[in-house]
């Protein structure tokens, strides 16, 4: 008889989402067992018991290959692999990966950039877990202006939605009239942080894209484009927190 494991960890295996995201969809009432609606806590036989999510099956038998790639999500995408309004979704834009892969983390439907995305739940949970303390690159356009004043209170910290935000790092790259680009910083996930800290500003936020995540760096990836991510690269996501921010060129 084959060991029974968590559930949501048997679905993080299974490519079908992080364990995180797993438990969210436990606790909707998304999973079933043997045809019984499956509870946190939940230990299941991967060789015996029937799992679906969502009415799917899904195969717990055999582990799929995993697949890490970086994607280059345009604007006008949303980070969902299906969308009940009919927008455009990632999911478009890796039809041709082997697997079903999904996002690691967020980005936006107005953002641009760097989006990881995998079939291995426990690369996933790494990779976004609070206390790996991954830092994430931006540059983004504001308008008007931005002053020395504003930039301090974005790194030292503002309140969104009831909570301080961590301390983060803004360097000025380019002053244009009417408009500045800047390169931010983040080591915490809060959803629409840099737009939020910018509207509290009274900055609008003309453009944002996410060039890096961690040491791994979009580089001249074309729109829309994705690919595999190297051995080295999946190693220096997964490997102890490390909070040293490689050397950027401002200028």
Known sequence: ???????????????????????????????????????????????????????????????????????????????????????????????????????????????????????????????????????????????PSINEEQVTTMCSGMMIDGKKTAPCEVHVVSRQEGRVVLEVILREGRNRQIRKMCEQLGLEVARLKRTAIGQVKLGMLPQGKWRDLTADEVKRLTAQPNTTVETYNYK
Not at 5 to 25: D, F, M, P, T
């Open 1 to 143: 008889m084959a060991e029974k494991i968590r559930l949501q960890k048997l679905l993080a295996q299974c490519g079908v989402a992080s364990r995180r995201k797993a438990e969210e969809l436990i606790e909707k009432g998304s999973v079933k067992v043997n045809g019984e609606v499956a509870h946190l806590g939940d230990k299941v036989d991967p060789q015996k018991d029937k799992v679906t999510v969502k009415g799917k099956k899904i195969s717990t038998a055999a582990k799929n290959k995993h697949y890490y790639i970086m994607l280059h999500k345009p604007r006008g995408y949303v980070t969902t692999m299906s969308d009940e309004k009919g927008r455009k979704c990632v999911a478009d834009l890796v039809k041709d990966v082997p697997a079903r892969v999904y996002p690691v983390g967020r980005l936006d439907r107005e953002s641009e950039g760097l989006l990881l995305m995998t079939n291995d739940g426990e690369f996933a949970n790494k990779v976004t877990h609070p206390a790996k303390h991954v830092y994430k690159v931006y540059r983004v356009t504001v308008r």
